[in-house]
């Protein structure tokens, strides 16, 4: 099965570019093009190589970062496999909060028969390390400049509302418990706790 859903998933890849350089041409051409043209003169073009690479090497880490996920989940694809799945995954990123490269989940589910709510918690995960990230860095900010106290809070409490839930179980279960007599999710109890003990998994 890997060698008939390996260059599948480089095809929605390819896919899944060609559709961004439709987008971008599409919003060039409604834009100023006289402004834009001169946007790109003023570029400082010696640059770019070096913007180029650091966005390679950031996709790359991600990428271990998935792979490492999937080994702490009992997964275990090839690391060409599974860059593969989270490049495609890619395609979902502009979704808000990036919830659509849930789409992984779905491509595993797909090619391996993976259930979705084994590996739907190392999304959760990238997106839970990305804020711890983003809140680092704006704290860095908020203390230099004295400003964005209170984005900072914000940030540190949407963390500390999914962190703890997912490393404390007693406030997990509780968390699952409300969530359940939802009718919607009345009946993935199971299902939710299972994902608590992944994304408790990851984030240790």
Do not use: C
Request: no cysteine.
């Amino acid at each position: 099965m890997e060698a008939e859903t390996t260059p599948r998933l480089g095809r929605k890849v390819l896919w899944g570019i060609s559709l961004g350089i439709l987008t971008v041409a599409g919003l060039l051409a409604m834009a100023d093009v006289r402004k834009v043209g001169g946007a790109l003169e003023s570029f400082d073009w010696t640059i770019l190589p070096v913007v180029l690479g650091l966005s390679v090497l950031g996709y790359l880490i991600r990428a271990v970062r998935w792979t490492l996920y999937m080994t702490q989940l009992d997964v275990r694809l090839s690391f060409l496999e599974n860059t593969h799945i989270f490049l495609a995954g890619l395609v979902m990123a502009i979704t808000p909060g990036k919830v659509g490269e849930v789409l992984k989940s779905g491509l595993l589910r797909v090619s391996h028969g993976i259930p979705v709510a084994r590996t739907a918690p190392a999304v959760l995960a990238e997106r839970l390390v990305d804020l711890v990230a983003l809140v680092l860095i704006a704290s860095l900010g908020a203390v230099r400049y004295a400003h964005g106290f209170g984005v900072l809070f914000v940030g540190l409490l949407m963390v500390t509302a999914v962190l703890v839930p997912a490393v404390w179980p007693a406030a997990g279960r509780t968390v699952i418990s409300a969530l359940s007599r939802l009718p919607v999710l009345s009946k993935r109890a199971e299902s939710l706790e299972h994902a608590r003990e992944a994304l408790a998994t990851l984030v240790g």
